[in-house]
C-alpha cells in the first residue's frame, strides 16, 4: 500500500476507553491526514497535517486527536468522547498539501 | 454546499464485458476530479486524476472522462474481470490551502464469471 502502514488492522475496544491507532508512512511525505469511512458514505478527513509539530482539524475532528512529533508517522487516538467511534479508519499521505494521496491499509476500530 | 454523488449504488456484470459508472458534484471551486479503487476492507487506490482542463484519461482498461461544464465524470471499464470487482470511488478536488477532497460514496461493482 504504497509505503504506509497501519496497525493494527482489527482493534476492539470496551465503551469508554481511548485507543490510538497507528500510522506511519517511508515516502518521506510532509503531509498525512486521517479519514474515517462508514458504510454507505464517502470518507471524512478527521485531521491533517501538512508539516511535522503542525496540524488542523478537518470536518470531524471532535472526539479524535492526535499527533506529529516525526515525519514518519501520525497517530490518531480515539477517545471516549467520539460517540460512535466504530469505523474504517484510513491514514493517508501526500508530498505536498495539494498533490496525489496514497492511503495505508485501513484499521477497523469496533467498539463494544 | 460540496457534494459527490455517484451512481450507481450498486453493479453486477458478466466478466468480459464493459461498463461505466457516474459522477456528478457540485464542488466549487474546482481543482481535479479522480477516481479511486478500493478492494474490500483496504485502502483507496489511484487510478485517475484529471484537472479541468483535460476531457479523458486512461488507465489500461480504466478510461475517465470528465465535463467540467456539466461537472460530470465517468468511468468507462473495458473487458472487465473478476479482480474488478471493487468499489470505485470518485473524488473531486477543491481549491484552497491543503489538498481538500470531497468523496463520493462509490459504486460497488461485482463481476461474475
Known amino acids: 500500500d504504497g509505503g504506509i502502514t497501519q496497525s493494527p488492522k482489527y482493534l476492539f475496544r470496551k465503551e469508554g476507553q481511548n485507543v490510538t491507532l497507528s500510522c506511519e508512512q517511508n515516502?518521506?511525505?510532509?503531509?498525512m491526514y486521517w479519514y474515517r469511512q462508514d458504510p454507505g458514505q464517502g470518507l471524512r478527513l478527521i485531521y491533517y497535517?501538512?508539516?511535522?509539530?503542525?496540524?488542523q482539524k478537518g470536518d470531524i475532528a471532535e472526539g479524535y486527536s492526535v499527533s506529529r512529533e516525526k515525519k514518519e508517522s501520525f497517530p490518531l487516538t480515539v477517545t471516549s468522547a467520539q460517540k460512535n467511534p466504530t469505523a474504517f479508519y484510513l491514514c493517508?499521505?501526500?508530498?505536498?498539501?495539494?498533490?496525489?494521496?496514497?492511503f495505508g491499509p485501513g484499521t477497523r476500530l469496533t467498539v463494544l | 454546499k460540496n457534494q459527490v454523488e455517484q451512481s450507481p449504488q450498486s453493479l453486477i456484470i458478466l466478466e468480459g464485458k464493459n461498463c461505466t459508472l457516474q459522477?456528478?458534484?457540485?464542488?466549487?471551486?474546482?481543482?481535479?476530479l479522480r477516481w479511486y479503487k478500493q478492494d474490500t476492507g483496504r485502502g483507496p487506490v489511484s487510478l485517475t486524476i484529471?484537472?479541468?482542463?483535460?476531457n479523458t484519461k486512461s488507465n489500461g482498461r480504466y478510461t475517465a472522462t470528465l465535463d467540467a461544464d456539466t461537472k460530470q465524470s465517468s468511468l468507462h471499464i473495458t473487458a472487465s474481470q473478476l479482480s474488478d470487482s471493487a468499489s470505485y470511488i470518485c473524488?473531486?478536488?477543491?481549491?484552497?490551502?491543503?489538498?481538500?477532497?470531497?468523496f463520493g460514496a462509490g459504486t460497488r461493482l461485482a463481476v461474475h464469471p
Open positions: 459522477c456528478n458534484y457540485t464542488v466549487s471551486p474546482f481543482s481535479n
Open positions: 497535517s501538512q508539516i511535522v509539530n503542525d496540524f
Open positions: 515516502l518521506n511525505h510532509d503531509a
Open positions: 493517508a499521505s501526500s508530498i505536498g498539501g495539494r498533490t496525489e494521496q496514497f
Open positions: 484529471m484537472t479541468f482542463s483535460e
Open positions: 473524488v473531486v478536488g477543491g481549491l484552497g490551502g491543503y489538498n481538500k477532497l470531497i
